[in-house]
Structure formats: structure tokens, C-alpha cells
């Protein structure tokens, strides 16, 4: 089963969003430098948001579920912009413009090339990418075909039986990280 929805995924598409992605991401860097604040409020933003929801301090299975419902829904509504045709695309370069302000205002320069490094985002990066892709692949058929939701229901179960996992990993992997760093971090305090 798994692998017959493997196949669903346009491999070209996740290619293109991985592309897209990373042109948003290397763009952040004069973004931020330049401070042009249009583009920096938001994940700035929301950045703060999720820092006021969820903390080191938080019990380990708050800070797995809110990890997991958020980017669930955030990687939900990147296969849903489909329905909008070219969402998908300019979704890409911000997810990877927003991830790179983000980068730059904690970490600074060395925290943008060392994300990739991070096992988190090897899990996180694909799935958004395939969550594009798939998105595109939907956005193309109701392109061609008009408004349809047989696509949708066709490319429904990869979002759930490919992206969710991979999500369900990087969510136990980033509150393990969490805790273990923070419990180090408290631990050289004492």
C-alpha cells in the first residue's frame, strides 16, 4: 500500500519544491540583513506565538503534540492550496524564506547553513516538500480537468500515510531533543 502511494508523488514536483524552498531560504539571508520588516513581521510572529505556547519547562507530551498539530496542519494546508492552482509554489518560497528569518533571528549566520545538519529537518523538509508536491499535483488536474475532488481523494492517503509519519517521527525526535538538551542545559546550572 505504502509503496503504491510512494508512486503517487510527482518526484519532478518534490524536486521543484525542494528548489523553491531553498531559493526562499537563501533569500532570507538579505532579508534580514536589510531588515525589510515586510517580510520579517510574520514568522517573526509566529515565531513568538509558538514560543509563548510551548516551552522546554512544558511536559514532554505538550510539547510533542503541539509540534505535531502544528506542522500538520501547517503541511495540510500546503497539499490544500492545491485547490488554488500556483499556491503551491509561492507557498514553498516562503515556508523556506520564513524558516530562514527564523534561522537568522535566534541563531544568526552559523544557524543558517548548519538547518540542514539538524535531524530534524531531515525528516520535516522532506515531508513539506512532498506535501507540496502533492499539492501541485492536485492544483495541475483541477487545472486540466476543472473542479474535481477525485484528485484530492486519490492523493489524500499519501498526505496520511506518508506525510503524518514522517511528521509523527520528527515530533517525537524534537521534544526528545528539547528535553535532553534543556536537561543538560539545567543540570551544568546546579
Known sequence: MVIELIG????????????????????????????????????????????????????????????????????????????????????????GLHLGVISMKEFGEISFAMMFLNPVAWLELPA????????????????????????FIELLPVFILIVIPFLLMAASLETALIKKITGEEMESFN
Open 8 to 95: 503517487l508523488i510527482s518526484w519532478d514536483w518534490f524536486l521543484v519544491s525542494a528548489l523553491i524552498f531553498l531559493v526562499g531560504y537563501v533569500f532570507a539571508y538579505p532579508v534580514w540583513r536589510w531588515n525589510i520588516n515586510v517580510l520579517i513581521k510574520y514568522p517573526v510572529w509566529v515565531w513568538g506565538w509558538v514560543k509563548r505556547k510551548i516551552g522546554p519547562q512544558d511536559h514532554w507530551f505538550k510539547i510533542f503534540v503541539f509540534i505535531f498539530v502544528f506542522n500538520s496542519f501547517s503541511l495540510l494546508v500546503n497539499f490544500l492550496s492545491g485547490f488554488l492552482v500556483v499556491l503551491p509554489f509561492v507557498l514553498a518560497f516562503f515556508l
Open 128 to 151: 513539506s516538500w512532498i506535501s507540496f508536491a502533492i499539492g501541485i499535483d492536485l492544483g495541475l488536474e483541477i487545472f486540466r480537468e476543472g473542479f474535481n475532488l477525485n484528485p
